[in-house]
């Protein structure tokens, strides 16, 4: 452990698809560095989604477009850490990678929607996500927090009331934000794609250019 990790700012990382990266995931990813003082957030794109269908869109090609959509902002990094794997790209193995880059004592983060939270407990060693890191969970316009359940009493065991908390501890406790809200989805862009209709104003400029210069979503197959 480095003398100053327990003092040194949080980071914190979100994982998805990113088939492909939107102003959703930016502003949201932006608004935590600010409101949580990180030092750095990590997007970090699935190269074989465990929960969901293959993207047809490559694992190469999501990355890409998240490196076009952070460059100018140091606070932001693309993490192609599951690309460097084989096998599904489990989350809890991305997050003890993390942590051995950090040591133990830094505070960590692992961000999700609350759409990704209603869904956690299909995940693989699950539990054990706290081991690593806290989760902070993003409200999320048409999703609500999961009512009851093992997810929803693992919240409640857990939960942090405060932002500052994040800063006391490395791992461990739940912390759940409201940010601005952006009714934006990868699938709606998809489904702009395939339609022939613009997608601009949803998504960084350079992303829409590196889609239209290799007609990504153009196809029905490409909708996953
Ligand atoms: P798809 O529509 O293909 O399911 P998506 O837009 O939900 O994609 P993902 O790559 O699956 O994007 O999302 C990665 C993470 O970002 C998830 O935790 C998801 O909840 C969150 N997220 C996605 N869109 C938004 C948004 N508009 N606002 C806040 N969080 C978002």
């Not at 003398?3 to 088939?19: E, W, Y």
């Not at 990266?21 to 990590?42: F, M, P, T, Y």
């Not at 606070?75 to 096998?87: F, P, V, Y």
């Amino acid at each position: 452990m480095s003398a100053n990790a327990a003092t040194a700012s949080p980071v914190a990382v979100l994982g998805g698809t990113f088939n492909p990266i939107h102003n959703g995931h930016l502003r949201s990813a932006l608004e935590l560095v600010e409101l949580l003082g990180l030092e750095r957030l990590h997007l970090m794109p699935s190269a074989n989604p465990p929960h969901r269908p293959a993207p047809a869109c490559p694992a190469e090609c999501r990355a890409d477009m998240v490196e076009l959509a952070v460059a100018g902002e140091p606070r932001l990094i693309c993490d192609r850490r599951e690309l460097d794997r084989s096998g599904p790209s489990w989350t809890v193995d991305s997050l003890a990678g993390l942590r051995s880059d950090y040591g133990p004592a830094r505070s960590l983060g692992l961000v999700m929607g609350c759409d990704a939270l209603l869904r956690l407990a299909g995940w693989h060693r699950w539990r054990a996500l706290l081991d690593y890191a806290h989760i902070i969970v993003i409200a999320r316009p048409g999703w609500q927090l999961p009512g009851d359940g093992p997810v929803a009493d693992w919240l409640a065991a857990h939960r942090m009331d405060s932002a500052d908390a994040l800063r006391d501890r490395p791992a461990g406790g739940v912390l759940t934000l409201e940010l601005r809200p952006l009714d934006i989805s990868a699938t709606d862009i998809r489904a702009l794609c395939r339609a022939g209709r613009s997608a601009r104003y949803l998504l960084p400029e350079p992303v829409l250019d590196y889609i239209e210069t290799r007609q990504l979503y153009r196809d029905a197959a490409d909708n996953n």
